[in-house]
């Protein structure tokens, strides 16, 4: 059944996306800048919904209270492809991703991504490829949209962490925006390079601002560090004990996005 469910939800992701993204692309010209973003929005909510009732993927979101209502660069665990999704679905603010230019080119998806307010990071331009994002990163702020990145940079293992890098850090202390951490388990329903889908519930914890004026951005990367790697603890326990439980494993299968609360 578990392998059943998750190959319809496989299935439907792509029957969803390919005429989801032809409508933004043909609907993207004639609206604004805010319109088109949750236009694009649609698409997430429908997704983590049918994740919800196909695959049992659930949700509950803790610390609503700590969104600051001004601009802010959020920083986020990377566990999963499901906060990708499901994070510009559960937030009040337009998210614009950090992403590779490469993306642009991936069809359908990548089109209407690129009619998208984002910001593009072209790698083969080395030192100079930061200096565009803080440009980038400006404008975003200044339209008042959240910017979001992963400073782990990559997919981790349940009760596992990478090294944080210091993008997010040093573009919030460059621009003087505050810092929002966001800790979550949804590697316990969406394991990395899983085909597999796993009912349980993902939380999702919001923590409190991090001021960055004045400050440096290897300080403001350490609170981050630490208090996303102490409330994983706190809210998926089991996975940072020797015997972690099973109902979800990480697992190497190929190939490898509720109501709130």
Known sequence: MLQLRSTLFFIFQIVWTIPYAIACIVSFPFLSRVQRYWFAVG???VVIRVADKLCGMRYRVIGWENLPDRPAIILSKHQSAWETV???????????????????????????????????????KGTDAFQSVVAQGRERLAEGSWIIMFPEGTRTKTGSRNKYKSGGARLAATTGAPVVPIAHNAGRVWPRNSFKKYPGEVIVSIGPVIETEGRTADAVNADVAEWIEREMVRIDPDAYTSTPRTSAPQSSDKPDASPRT
């Open 86 to 124: 499901a994070l510009p679905a559960l937030m009040p603010r337009p998210l614009c991703y950090v992403f590779k230019r490469e993306l642009l080119y991936v069809p359908f998806f990548g089109w209407a991504l690129g009619l998208l307010s984002m910001i593009h990071i072209n790698r083969s």
């Open 43 to 45: 698409w997430c909510k």
